[in-house]
């Protein structure tokens, strides 16, 4: 097997992405999608978007969704990258900003995803262990390197670093790009984006798919200085220049312009993840302090793998990772509070 393919493909080991099952109805709590549905502005967007028009190609500068960014967060469309998730805008980053002279930097326990692009696009990397608390040691970020990426919260413990410790990060690598992947920030963390103005080489990832409840449309942005964000779109127009189609460009910019309504739905998470970490602690869990929308949590009384299998069982899917320092733990995304009373009576049941 294997043949044709080329060498490096050969030796790469692919993120495996969470499970979307279809063998019958799950309760979700295990790929961080947001409970509640997107803004209604963005689906009567996405609606209108539909029609003649798709025969012409998309805008390829994503001007709606690049000015509902400046807008809302007061900065300059030069200052913006958009892409197809941040995912993608993460991946096209490597190329953007990574040589294979130097390893670039993260944490040993973060987004699995970071060592996967390191491998695809042949850049060497460390991993800088995770302090016995579990929290990014700053000192360590410090070594020399080719880049730092930092997800903040980081996943899966949902712990974030204060803006201060970023901030020490960007100025201790002013030779090397820093990104901080905010995938999570809306639900608590403290945003590093008052850093772009100050840090060249600082730069914010977005996504729409966490806090908008828009992981379906696939919509992701950086944020840094100008010099960066032309760095991304010198990948992006080598490898597709039309990276969101029109439903994602309309879609996009109106949940982005709907601030209100994007509140309301992380202040609903936020009081249901803090209820909810309450409950399990009574039930013998140890939890990680969370900014994030998902609750890391040990289970004292079982085996975390067998009590995912007896979870999936009654229906409720939550994720388990095998990987040394944290297979005692779920990582158990929040839902609405219907769906985490369903999650406590299953484990309640489980427990006896
Ligand atoms: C979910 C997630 C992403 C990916 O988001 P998309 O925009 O859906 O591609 C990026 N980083 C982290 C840490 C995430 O958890």
């Given at each position: 097997m294997k043949k044709y393919w080329s060498n490096r493909i050969k030796e790469l080991e692919a993120y495996v992405p969470g499970e979307q099952p279809k063998d019958r109805r799950y309760i979700k709590?295990?790929?961080?999608?947001?409970p509640y549905p997107p803004s209604p502005k963005a689906v009567e967007a996405m609606q209108g978007a539909i029609?003649?028009?798709?025969?012409l190609y998309p805008d390829p500068e994503c001007s709606a969704v690049v000015e509902a960014i400046a807008q809302r967060f007061?900065?300059?469309?030069?200052?913006i990258f958009v892409g197809n998730g941040s995912d993608e805008v993460l991946a096209m980053c490597f190329p953007a900003f990574f040589d294979g002279d130097k390893p670039i930097l993260f944490p040993?326990?973060?987004?699995?995803?970071y060592p996967v692009y390191a491998d695809l696009y042949q850049v060497p990397y460390e991993t800088v262990p995770l302090s016995e608390d579990f929290t990014v040691p700053v000192d360590k970020m410090?070594?020399?390197?080719?880049g730092v990426i930092i997800a903040n919260p980081n996943a899966p413990t949902g712990i974030a670093l204060p803006l201060e410790a970023i901030e020490r990060i960007a100025a201790g690598n002013l030779d090397s790009v820093v990104i901080v992947d905010?995938?999570?920030?809306?639900?608590?963390g403290e945003s590093a984006l008052p850093l772009i103005n100050k840090y060249p080489n600082v730069l914010v990832v977005r996504t729409t798919s966490k806090a908008y409840s828009?992981?379906?449309?696939r919509v992701g942005w950086a944020m840094g200085n100008e010099n960066l964000i032309s760095a991304l779109n010198t990948v992006k127009n080598s490898i597709n220049?039309?990276?969101?189609?029109r439903v994602a460009i309309a879609g996009g910019a109106a949940a982005i312009a709907d601030e209100a309504y994007f509140k309301a739905c992380c202040d609903k998470v936020i009081a249901t993840r803090e209820r909810s970490i309450a409950a399990l602690t009574e039930l013998g869990f140890r939890c990680l302090p969370s900014s994030a929308n998902f609750i890391f949590a040990g289970p004292s009384a079982i085996a975390a793998d067998e009590l995912f299998v007896k979870l999936r069982e009654k229906g409720v899917l939550v994720r388990y990772f095998k990987k040394p320092?944290?297979?005692?733990?779920l990582r158990i995304s929040v839902g609405t509070d219907e769906e985490m009373n369903v999650l406590l009576a299953a484990i309640k049941g489980i427990l006896g």
């Open positions: 709590l295990n790929t961080n999608e947001n029609g003649d028009e798709m025969r007061g900065i300059k469309k030069e200052q040993d326990i973060t987004y699995s995803f410090l070594q020399p390197n080719g905010e995938a999570y920030v809306d639900f608590g828009l992981a379906g449309l220049s039309y990276t969101l189609d320092r944290i297979n005692g733990f």
